[in-house]
């Protein structure tokens, strides 16, 4: 299947501060959508993103879906302690009658006290 | 409450012994998908149904069984489960082709001994 390479596998921060991760593809990508999953939960989604270039904002958290369909980008700005979980790429292919969405390995966020 | 629900939440199991994971949907989503998690793997597709009695392959679908003869349920089998699908499991559903992503259950964690 299709492989999305997800970084940073794990972050440490202290509260405040700004965090980035990435997500990469092999493959173009039509829709990138970013999920979070708390501890014993299931993932929950952030933001969606549609078009190439596309900066799309839901709160402290900003995401892009990158020029050429094969990456996209989450940041979340002045981090509090409920960030902290698993962050999960995922995106949706262009074939007609696939419903596959591919998900990156994740990134597990700890805030550091 | 729109939601859906997995049940049951934890299971432990002995290798061979056939064993049900259900699923259901109240948003009349007409697609749903099964995942298991893995540490350092993320969330892999097993099986996904366009609507009912439509179903396909994910990209591990080995030793997996789906069914969806209701459009509300669809319901995970293990017809002889050993070890290496002790897994967290999630079930998903969206109403929505292009991807505004799935809305997940809160996940069931099968160990098989």
């Known amino acids: 299947g299709q492989q999305l390479n997800q970084s940073p596998q794990s972050m440490f921060i202290q509260e405040g501060e700004d965090v980035s991760m990435n997500c990469t593809s092999s493959s173009i990508f039509n829709t990138w959508l970013w999920y979070k999953q708390d501890p014993g939960e299931g993932p929950v989604l952030l933001i969606a993103l549609y078009k190439a270039g596309e900066l799309t904002s839901n709160g402290r958290l900003t995401a892009q879906f990158g020029i050429t369909r094969k990456d996209s980008f989450l940041n979340i700005s002045a981090s509090i302690p409920s960030d902290v979980g698993i962050y999960f790429c995922a995106g949706h292919g262009s074939n007609f009658g696939n419903e596959k969405l591919t998900f990156g390995t994740g990134t597990r966020l700890t805030i550091i006290p | ?113």
């Open chain 2, 1 to 113: 409450e729109a939601q859906v629900t997995q049940n049951p939440r934890y299971l432990i199991t002995v290798t061979g012994k056939k064993l049900t994971v259900t699923c259901s949907q109240n948003m009349n989503h007409e697609y749903m998908s099964w995942y298991r998690q893995d540490p350092g793997l993320g969330l892999r597709q097993i099986y996904y149904s366009m609507n009912v009695e439509a179903t396909d392959k994910g990209d591990v679908p080995e030793g997996y069984k789906v069914s969806r003869k209701e459009k509300r349920n669809f319901p995970l089998i293990l017809e002889s489960p050993s070890p290496n699908q002790t897994s967290l499991y999630f079930c998903a559903s969206s109403w929505d082709r292009e991807g505004y992503g799935y809305t997940f259950g809160s996940g069931t964690r099968l160990t098989v001994v």
